[in-house]
């Protein structure tokens, strides 16, 4: 097998080959050690080539996208996994998978200036690496200097002004809010614990696209381990919920999976809640049908039910998307704008079921 080298800086041409070589082996000995202290800059793990802005991946750096996006205030996402020489993810099929000490979940947040014109250039601002130790995970994040040529390590969260022209033409301003670490944590995890949220096989898994799915495509080229072909086979992927040709309830049941459901299962910071919104919940009342808040108070909007079936104004879970006071609004991190167009899918949702 042809050798990787997961993480390799970009080359000064005028050092030679050799050096590079040795550089980069340098570079992953010190990263895959757990004890080894965070970069201050992006641009030291070498994930990308040439100019960093141009988020080029180097050999062995996997670019990958989901099929149910996380809304993020209408950032748009470029996403990479580096997996340390010769190492492999392994698949579950129930929750994210597995991967060993070393590997590095990449995903960066940008804004185009004018999102009709995307050749008229993009506007990062923030990347965040979730990053396998020994112990576990542990989250960083970094905010991308006004030049564009690289992103300084912030732990205690930042705010950045943000102005884009969207694709229908409306211009739009927004303080953007980059999350501490402490957030990052209140979103991604399980038992307590922190884990990734978007490598997960009904994530990735696609069936019909034109390069196959990812799954595939990594297992052949020696970055996943083989799937269980019967899992795989029983395995619903989620539904891009922004294709309107989709059936109504794949698309909302998609939308609430990627965009609650990391909280609003039996394992996240919302178990307590007794509602849970996975794609694969099949239970009613655990989805919110016909059933009353654990605890009342302004995040109930003085609606009896988390859904009432045919009335979406008469619903909690709407009413909580469609709120910007930080008390009510859901999710309670990572958004600051009502996403509008995921509001209107949940409400069509909720208005054709039967009562």
Same mark, same amino acid.
């Given at each position: 097998?042809?050798? =990787?080298?997961?993480?390799y800086?970009?080359l000064? *041409?005028?050092? #030679?080959?050799?050096? !590079? &070589?040795?550089?980069? +082996?340098?570079?992953?000995?010190a990263?895959?050690?757990?004890?080894a202290p965070?970069?201050?800059r992006?641009s030291e793990y070498?994930f990308f080539?040439g100019p960093?802005?141009?988020?080029?991946?180097a050999e062995?750096v996997?670019?990958?996208?989901?099929n149910?996006?996380?809304?993020?205030?209408?950032?748009?996402?470029?996403?990479?996994i580096?997996l340390?020489?010769?190492a492999?993810?392994?698949?579950r099929?129930?929750?994210p998978?597995d991967?060993?000490?070393g590997s590095?979940?990449?995903?960066?947040?940008?804004?185009?200036h004018d999102?009709?014109?995307?050749e008229?250039?993009? =506007?990062?601002?923030e990347?965040?690496?979730l990053? *396998?130790?020994a #112990?576990?995970?542990? !989250? &960083?994040t970094?905010? +991308?200097?006004?030049?564009?040529?690289?992103?300084?390590?912030e732990?205690?969260?930042?705010?950045?002004p943000?102005?884009?022209?969207d694709?229908?033409g409306?211009?739009?301003?927004?303080?953007?809010?980059v999350?501490n670490?402490?957030?990052?944590?209140?979103?991604?995890a399980a038992?307590g614990?922190?884990v990734?949220?978007?490598?997960s096989?009904?994530?990735?898994?696609?069936i019909?696209?034109?390069n196959?799915?990812?799954?595939?495509?990594?297992r052949?080229?020696g970055?996943?381990?083989?799937?269980?072909?019967d899992a795989?086979?029983?395995l619903?992927?989620?539904?891009?919920?922004e294709?309107?040709?989709?059936?109504?309830?794949? *698309?909302?049941?998609?939308y609430?999976? !990627?965009?609650c459901a990391?909280?609003?299962?039996p394992?996240?910071p919302?178990s307590?809640?007794g509602?849970?919104?996975e794609?694969?919940?099949?239970?009613?009342?655990r989805?919110?049908v016909?059933k009353?808040?654990?605890?009342?108070?302004?995040g109930?909007?003085n609606?009896?039910?988390?859904i009432?079936?045919?009335?979406?104004?008469?619903?909690i879970?709407?009413y909580?998307m469609?709120?910007?006071?930080p008390?009510?609004?859901?999710?309670?991190?990572?958004?600051?704008?009502?996403h509008?167009?995921?509001?209107e899918?949940?409400?069509?949702w909720i208005?054709q079921?039967?009562?």
């Amino acid at each position: 097998m042809t050798a =990787r080298f997961r993480f390799y800086p970009g080359l000064n *041409r005028s050092l #030679g080959a050799a050096l !590079a &070589l040795l550089a980069a +082996w340098g570079l992953l000995a010190a990263f895959s050690r757990s004890d080894a202290p965070p970069k201050q800059r992006l641009s030291e793990y070498g994930f990308f080539l040439g100019p960093l802005a141009n988020l080029q991946p180097a050999e062995g750096v996997l670019r990958y996208t989901v099929n149910a996006a996380l809304f993020s205030d209408y950032a748009e996402k470029a996403r990479f996994i580096a997996l340390p020489k010769g190492a492999r993810m392994r698949f579950r099929a129930d929750g994210p998978f597995d991967f060993p000490t070393g590997s590095v979940i990449i995903k960066n947040f940008f804004y185009f200036h004018d999102a009709r014109k995307p050749e008229q250039g993009r =506007r990062l601002v923030e990347t965040r690496l979730l990053v *396998r130790e020994a #112990g576990g995970w542990k !989250a &960083l994040t970094y905010v +991308w200097n006004a030049e564009q040529t690289d992103a300084l390590l912030e732990v205690a969260g930042d705010e950045v002004p943000i102005a884009w022209t969207d694709a229908a033409g409306k211009r739009h301003t927004l303080r953007y809010q980059v999350p501490n670490l402490n957030q990052c944590k209140g979103c991604h995890a399980a038992d307590g614990q922190l884990v990734p949220i978007g490598i997960s096989a009904e994530q990735l898994h696609s069936i019909g696209t034109p390069n196959g799915s990812p799954l595939e495509r990594w297992r052949a080229e020696g970055y996943l381990e083989e799937a269980d072909t019967d899992a795989l086979a029983a395995l619903t992927p989620l539904a891009n919920y922004e294709n309107p040709t989709l059936p109504l309830e794949a *698309r909302a049941r998609a939308y609430l999976h !990627a965009n609650c459901a990391h909280c609003h299962n039996p394992r996240g910071p919302a178990s307590t809640s007794g509602l849970f919104l996975e794609a694969t919940q099949s239970d009613p009342v655990r989805l919110g049908v016909n059933k009353p808040p654990v605890a009342a108070g302004r995040g109930s909007g003085n609606r009896k039910y988390s859904i009432t079936p045919g009335k979406p104004q008469e619903s909690i879970l709407l009413y909580r998307m469609e709120q910007n006071d930080p008390g009510i609004r859901m999710p309670e991190l990572g958004r600051q704008l009502p996403h509008r167009e995921g509001i209107e899918l949940i409400r069509q949702w909720i208005r054709q079921m039967s009562p």
